[in-house]
């Protein structure tokens, strides 16, 4: 998979955004194995956490991976927010979870939690090294993952071949809370200099 121009040059490091071949250079030097894209598409049924009655809440979603955190913009008044949003993170490490916790935003208190989920990386990634350098038509299902006590999801999901690569669709049911899914998709990004997924073994 050929990374586009701007993916490559553009490597997070602690706050610091690093350029062109000094990103690529420092990718390799900091164990980076690739970037992954996390898109945030929406969120179902969210708990309600707002003292005002009749009110919604105002969800935003928090995403850590190692040492890497990044949020959502804040949806104010609903509990079937639209995000769309995508942010990308740098993989050291595809047995780190990634882990999601959705918040309500407070304006003169601390954010109430709307519960959290983990994704395990390793069934998509195993899902690229088999399918990788495949050529399929785009829109065509890949594999599929059922729901079990060893994830978090609370549908079937999907990896789909799009965009000439492979992105996985995921229906997350939130725990430590009455209610709530997330509807969220990955896509793994090769960064040429980075060592990539081909030599891990699970
Ligand atoms: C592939 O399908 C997606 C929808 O799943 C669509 O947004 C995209 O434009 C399609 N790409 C091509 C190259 O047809």
């Known amino acids: 998979m050929k990374p586009k121009e701007d993916e490559v040059s553009t490597i997070h490091n602690e706050g610091t955004i690093l350029k062109g071949i000094g990103a690529i250079e420092i990718g390799v030097g900091l164990g980076i194995l690739g970037l992954l894209k996390f ?20 969800p935003y979603v ?6 890497q955190k990044l949020k959502t913009s804040v949806i104010k008044n609903n509990c079937n927010p639209e995000w769309n949003e995508e942010r990308t993170i740098s993989i050291k490490d595809v047995t780190t979870p990634i882990h999601l ?31 990788g350098l495949n050529k399929l038509p785009n829109g065509s299902v890949v594999m599929t993952f059922q729901p079990d006590e060893t994830n978090c999801l609370s549908q079937e999901s999907c990896c789909i071949w799009r965009n000439e690569n492979i992105v996985q669709e995921m229906t ?9 899914e997330l509807v969220v998709e990955i896509e793994w990004v090769d960064v040429i200099g980075c060592r990539g997924l081909s030599h891990l073994q699970f």
Do not use: H, W
Not at 116 to 123: C, E, F, W
């Open 39 to 58: 898109r945030i598409i929406r969120g179902i049924n969210l708990a309600i956490r707002d003292a005002i009655k009749g009110r919604a809440s105002d």
């Open 62 to 67: 928090v995403l850590n991976v190692g040492d």
């Open 101 to 131: 916790s959705v918040y309500d935003k407070d304006t003169f208190s601390v954010d109430d939690k709307m519960g959290d989920a983990d994704i395990d990386l390793k069934p998509y990634i195993q899902c690229v090294q088999i399918m």
């Open 172 to 180: 997350l049911g939130l725990k430590n809370v009455e209610s709530g």
